[in-house]
Nanobody, 120 residues
Framework: VQLQASGGGLVQPGGSLRLSCATSGRTFSSAGWFRQAPGKEREFVAGIWWVGGSEYYASSVKDRFIVSRINANKTLYLQMNGLKPEDTAVYYC????????????????WGQGTLVTVSS
């Protein structure tokens, strides 16, 4: 499985940004987004069961971020609303053979990351 993330950039607090992740190769069960801020561990942000479409979120982003996917073009998205400075991080997309994967160790395939900076 290959993944290519895009869509990062600079946004003001309260603004919105949409990340995309193009996938290719063999099938997988779920896909997700992680982020890593400077000096911090990589953390789970949101995930989605690829076939069924059920979504799950970290508490820090629930009600602000929306994860989605389009099966036809095998693309994963992360719509980020109400962005805060603490959302600043490199965001990574990943794929897993586990249906409801939330742990970093459950994801076998990773994209290269895209930087999101929230600042005025």
């Amino acid at each position: 499985v290959q993944l290519q993330a895009s869509g990062g950039g600079l946004v003001q607090p309260g603004g919105s940004l949409r990340l995309s992740c193009a996938t290719s190769g063999r099938t997988f069960s779920s896909a997700g987004w992680f982020r890593q801020a400077p000096g911090k561990e990589r953390e789970f942000v949101a995930g989605i069961w690829w076939v069924g479409g059920s979504e799950y979120y970290a508490s820090s982003v629930k009600d602000r971020f929306i994860v989605s996917r389009i099966n036809a073009n095998k693309t994963l998205y992360l719509q980020m609303n109400g962005l805060k400075p603490e959302d600043t991080a490199v965001y990574y997309c990943a794929a897993s053979h586990i249906t409801h994967a939330t742990m970093r160790r459950d994801y076998e395939y990773w994209g290269q990351g895209t930087l999101v900076t929230v600042s005025s």
